[in-house]
């Protein structure tokens, strides 16, 4: 059995990931569920000389809220939720669930309401870290809820989370900067490349990359296990077809099977062989949710399985992952919608990534390293 | 939110479902992690009538008993797991009654522990389920297994935990003005569809999805009235194991060792399933059906009354108890109903009768639609 990995992953978070400076107001937002990691992450900044500020989440209140507010109770905006995001330097966000389905019978329009109540600091979030006066960083903690969603015992999955970190490599701040210089080397390869073709079992997929669009590292700093390099394709280049290796859970449901074909930037043709309705109605939610926001390669080969936890799942070394909707700014896309749908493809068996007509990865390997 | 559901939950068990009397020996067995309020409820129910409680909080039986299973599983090694605990054989052959209380923390806790593992520490343990069936059998013990509301068995069912408390405490019949009474009442409502049923042999199964006939040839109806499962509410029988014959494609998924097997469809002839097909996990039934020689055999027809059970929960305790439908169990056949069938599998499938499904008896309608049309 590993012991308690706590400190050291709060070690990781606050010198490498966000590196914390005297005098840093940090929040550290999370359900009770993370309370070990709670613990260590509020002695770690103590110790770098910031200020920590929690207020652990009880999620059974939520779950309360949802049920029995009245529309003018789902409508109030929490004052302290506010002023934490207007004045927080740093936000550790601790993914730690208690139940991945207590969502799942919610009327949705009693959600929507909800999440439209708390839009206010959503776009203050939005606005700083855009800004950069906010540095924000998004990691798990091990929960039986998650543990049974990946269909895992807590230990095997505590094991998983700890070799997804890098924990078990015997200096992991310096792993993960050995894991951002390396990506830096792909993205200078890539850097001024316009046209992309993926191809292999499942794929057959070309965009274009011109006008502004760059690739962006994923290190560590924002999500935390990391590693994938990401760009988001021209609106109305992308042309073809994927049948994704992997299933999908966004709010609580899952989407299985999912085959999307693309022309002129937009998905003409949609299909799943499990929650269907879902997808295409997430699809028509807007002008832009058929439009691809996002292209990316996953490279944490610390990760090898399939969890249903989006924040490992796009990672998964050997994969990629496409977004529906929302581009990202960074990357210099333009789609907006209210979706950002990651869904992820195994390339591992015979997968290809060509770029202006040279070989760049194949069989989930970067072929330019070779 | 419920003031007292585990006390009244206690109160029915040690009440109605396994009476206890004063001097009585009585373990509880369950996890102290997530089913400790109605541990707590139960030793003083039993204290109160004069029973002696022995909590086993973490005994290791099952996921469902204990936090450590997972640990013992993964890291035991070949001789730890073919070691029996004798305080588990002591208290399995001490006791007066037994209550198992399912609360897991994680109702995929094995799915990443080695197969043959799990199956090694089973065989380690079988004497203690052949010691509380056997006396059971001989009348020297009582058993009853229930369910506490857990985040786990909300998250299989899809619900949020609140919900799935409000699911249960309806299931239990706690809703009811007098639980007891109620169950009582139930008792007996079911006493008089097994005695209407008693001699008879032939039975028709037919509506939507199925077209199914058997003969019980006056083998007994077993009243499950909340002795063993709590919450109950089912009859069954075991037909006679060749003469079956037609096709069910059922229209419940159904969850067998935490995998949901969904779109099963059966064609029976002369008492064997000669054609099986599932749209989901077909794999996993085709092996399961020809594990043994029994396997493709039908073990157990029921009918589902507890009209407290209102939906799927993915838990087979009580989806087989969903008022308005009936179960058929591949494999194992009981003894009490005089099935003869053996096999290593008993796997219970569920389909809803709601939608114009009927059930004849010796040529008169014995059920419709969900309802029972015989007093």
Same mark, same amino acid.
């Given at each position: ?18 590196p =914390?400076?005297? +005098? ?25 000389? +910031? ?12 779950? =309360? ?11 109030f ?22 139940n991945?389905?207590?969502g ?8 929507a309401?909800l ?17 950069g ?5 998004i ?20 094991? @998983?989370i ?15 900067q ?18 992309v ?9 070309a ?8 690739? =962006? ?13 990401? $760009? ?10 994927v049948a ?23 998905v ?10 879902y997808?295409?109605?997430q ?14 390669? +996953? $490279? ?6 399939f969890?249903?936890? $989006?924040? @490992? ?6 994969t =990629?992952?496409?977004?529906l ?24 068996? +015979? ?8 070989? @760049? ?10 | ?20 009397? !004063? ?6 067995? #369950? ?5 400790? !309020? ?14 002696? !409680?022995?909590?086993?909080?973490a ?40 209550f ?6 994680n ?6 522990? /080695? ?12 004497p203690? #389920? ?8 001989e ?16 998250q ?6 609140? /919900? ?9 019949g706690?809703?009811? !003005? ?19 049923l008693?001699?008879?042999?032939? *039975? ?28 109950? #509410? ?13 096709t ?25 399933a ?17 594990? /043994? ?13 507890n009209?407290? *059970? ?8 009580? /989806? ?6 009936i ?25 809803g009768?709601?939608?114009?499904g009927?059930?004849?008896v010796?040529?008169?309608l ?7 049309? *015989?007093?």
């Amino acid at each position: 059995m590993i012991e308690n990995f706590a400190p050291k992953l709060a070690r990781v978070l606050t010198e490498y990931s966000v590196p =914390i400076q005297r +005098g840093d107001l940090v929040m550290i937002n999370a359900p009770i569920e993370a309370l070990p990691l709670i613990e260590a992450l509020y002695e770690a900044v103590l110790a770098r000389g +910031g200020h920590p500020v929690s207020v652990p989440a009880l999620p059974s209140l939520r779950d =309360i809220l949802v049920r029995n507010a009245t529309d003018e109770q789902l409508d109030f905006l929490n004052p302290l939720a506010m002023t934490m995001m207007e004045k927080a330097d740093v936000l550790y966000s601790i993914l730690a669930p208690s139940n991945t389905m207590s969502g799942a019978q919610v009327p949705p329009e009693r959600s929507a309401r909800l999440q439209k109540a708390q839009r206010p600091v959503m776009e203050t979030y939005f606005k700083r870290s855009f800004e950069g006066s906010l540095r924000w960083n998004i990691c798990a903690w091990p929960t039986q809820a998650a543990a049974q969603q990946a269909e895992m015992g807590l230990l095997a999955y505590s094991e @998983f989370i700890y070799r997804a970190c890098a924990l078990d490599q015997p200096d992991p701040v310096a792993h993960w900067q050995a894991v951002a210089e390396r990506q830096d080397r792909l993205i200078a390869w890539l850097a001024g490349k316009e046209r992309v073709e993926v191809r292999g079992p499942g794929v057959d997929l070309a965009f274009r990359l011109d006008g502004g669009r760059t690739w =962006i590292n994923c290190r560590g700093d924002k999500n935390f296990p990391d590693g994938e390099i990401f $760009t988001c394709p021209l609106e109305d280049s992308v042309n073809g077809t994927v049948a994704f290796s992997y299933p999908t859970i966004s709010g609580g449901r899952e989407v299985r099977g999912i085959s999307l074909t693309f022309e002129n930037g937009r998905v003409v043709r949609a299909s799943a062989e499990h929650g269907e309705d879902y997808l295409l109605s997430q699809l028509d939610l807007d002008d832009g949710a058929r439009t691809l926001g996002e292209f990316a390669i +996953g $490279t944490n080969k610390g990760i090898q399985r399939f969890t249903g936890e $989006t924040l @490992f799942d796009e990672k998964i070394g050997g994969t =990629i992952h496409m977004a529906l909707g929302q581009s990202i700014e960074e990357a210099g896309g333009t789609n907006k919608s209210q979706i950002h749908w990651d869904i992820v493809h195994s390339m591992r068996n +015979g997968g290809e990534i060509w770029v202006d007509g040279d070989l @760049f990865y194949q069989n989930g390997d970067f072929v330019m390293e070779a | 939110m419920h003031e007292s559901f585990a006390r009244d939950l206690a109160r029915i068990l040690t009440d109605y479902s396994s009476p206890v009397k !004063p001097g009585e020996r009585v373990t509880i067995a #369950g996890n102290i992690e997530t089913a400790g !309020p109605l541990l707590e409820a139960l030793v003083e129910a039993v204290l109160a009538r004069g029973g002696f !409680p022995n909590v086993q909080a973490a005994a290791m039986i099952s996921p469902d008993y204990t936090p450590y299973y997972e640990l013992f599983l993964r890291e035991a090694s070949d001789e730890q797991l073919d070691h029996l605990d004798s305080t588990i054989m002591h208290w399995v052959n001490e006791s007066d009654a037994l209550f198992f209380v399912k609360a897991p923390a994680n109702t995929k806790a094995l799915s990443s522990v /080695d197969p043959a593992r799990v199956a090694r520490y089973r065989r380690t343990i079988q004497p203690f #389920g052949e010691t509380y069936l056997s006396r059971y059998a001989e009348r020297t013990l009582r058993w009853t297994v229930c369910a506490w509301p857990t985040q786990a068995l909300a998250q299989t069912a899809e619900m949020s935990l609140l /919900d799935y408390r409000d699911f249960l405490y309806a299931a239990y019949g706690l809703d009811q !003005p007098d639980p007891v009474a109620y169950w009582e009442g139930f008792r007996e409502m079911q006493d008089r569809l097994v005695e209407w049923l008693k001699g008879k042999s032939h *039975v028709e199964v037919r509506g939507p999805g199925i077209d199914l006939s058997f003969e019980y040839d006056g083998r007994p109806w077993i009243n499950c009235d909340g002795q063993l499962n709590f919450p109950d #509410g089912e009859i069954f029988t075991s037909p006679v194991e060749d003469s079956v014959n037609g096709t069910v494609a059922f229209n419940y998924p159904s969850v067998y060792q935490g995998y949901e097997v969904e779109g099963v469809r059966l064609r029976f002839e002369n008492g064997r399933a000669v054609e099986a097909s599932a749209a989901k996990n077909e794999a996993l039934l085709l092996s399961q059906l020809d594990v /043994d020689e029994g396997g493709r055999t039908l073990g157990e027809f029921a009918i589902g009354t507890n009209k407290g *059970v209102t939906r799927y929960t993915r838990n087979t305790l009580l /989806d087989e108890k969903i008022g308005g439908t009936i179960h058929m169990a591949l494999g194992r056949s009981y003894a009490e109903s005089h099935g003869k069938n053996q096999s290593a599998i008993h796997w219970d499938m569920v389909h809803g009768m709601q939608d114009g499904g009927e059930i004849w008896v010796e040529g008169e309608l014995f059920y419709r639609a969900g309802g029972f049309m *015989v007093k």
